[in-house]
């Protein structure tokens, strides 16, 4: 099975922690160019220093608030002015806060749909004739398993994750026939920065310990347990390989089975 990634160039966005980060450092160990992409260029730089390099890898790190598209579109512009051609995008950033949708204002859904769709789709468009020149491309957008099947009280998030799903089977349909693949990755409940903000939430609007929140949520995953990002990291890094060449426009869950829908 090809899972070589060498002379192939990077991009992975959401980069300097839990999954993003897991991601990058797979992929550098297939032999990847890597460029990480996140807000902290001090986290960057020290993720940089543990990836693997063998000796002819050209790592990178660039930096901006992905709550502004304008200066994310600036900063992929001026790494491009560097490294002309992108073979892999890991699109991923960030999900928005807890709570319901009912009580969510206007203003939360257009931040996080600029957060995840507008950014996705423009980074996109600004690496595809790369991706067509090279007659390979991956894109590749972590999202979320409520695309499947809703999330209690993460009213905004469920209503963005099911555009970015929709907009990413569009382009797959549409990029299909340049060897370009478009697919998403959902997480379910992964030992991350974000899922500890989510347990610790429902704990309080329990009134219970964290320690039993965690319990609760692992009763309901049939491998009872929180996954790993290496684990995450792995099957992102198989579809961004030429194995899975042929796999595309698909919402491939990583969820320990949690996800009750087929």
């Not at 899972?3 to 032999?31: E, H, P, T, W």
């Not at 067509?132 to 999330?151: E, Y």
């Not at 099911?162 to 907009?167: D, K, L, N, R």
């Not at 989510?198 to 329990?206: E, L």
Request: one cysteine or more.
């Amino acid at each position: 099975m090809n899972l070589d990634l060498q002379n192939k160039n990077a991009l992975v966005c959401g980069s300097s922690q839990g999954m993003g980060k897991a991601i990058a450092v797979q992929l550098a160990k297939m032999g990847a160019n890597v460029t990480l992409f996140a807000r902290n260029l001090e986290k960057l730089n020290e993720v940089k220093a543990e990836l693997a390099n063998n000796g002819t890898q050209q790592h990178s790190a660039i930096c901006a608030d992905f709550s502004d598209t304008a200066a994310v579109a600036g900063a992929v512009d001026e790494q491009l002015k560097v490294v002309s051609e992108y073979h892999i995008l890991i699109n991923n950033t960030g999900g928005p806060a807890p709570g319901p949708a009912n009580s969510a204002e206007n203003e939360q859904f257009l931040a996080a749909f600029n957060q995840h769709l507008i950014n996705n789709h423009q980074i996109s468009q600004k690496l595809i004739s790369g991706m067509k020149a090279a007659g390979f491309g991956r894109i590749i957008n972590v999202i979320s398993t409520s695309v499947k099947q809703p999330l209690p009280n993460l009213g905004v998030s469920n209503t963005v994750r099911g555009a970015v799903a929709s907009w990413a089977k569009t382009m797959a349909n549409e990029l299909g026939q340049f060897n370009i693949t478009v697919n998403n990755v959902l997480p379910g409940a992964t030992n991350t920065v974000r899922l500890e903000a989510i347990i610790k939430n429902k704990a309080a609007k329990k009134g219970v310990s964290i320690e039993a929140m965690e319990e609760e949520e692992k009763s309901i995953i049939p491998m009872r347990r929180f996954g790993e990002a290496e684990e995450f990291a792995n099957a992102v890094a198989f579809l961004a390989s030429p194995a899975a060449g042929y796999i595309t426009g698909v919402s491939l869950p990583v969820d320990g089975g949690r996800t009750s829908c087929l």
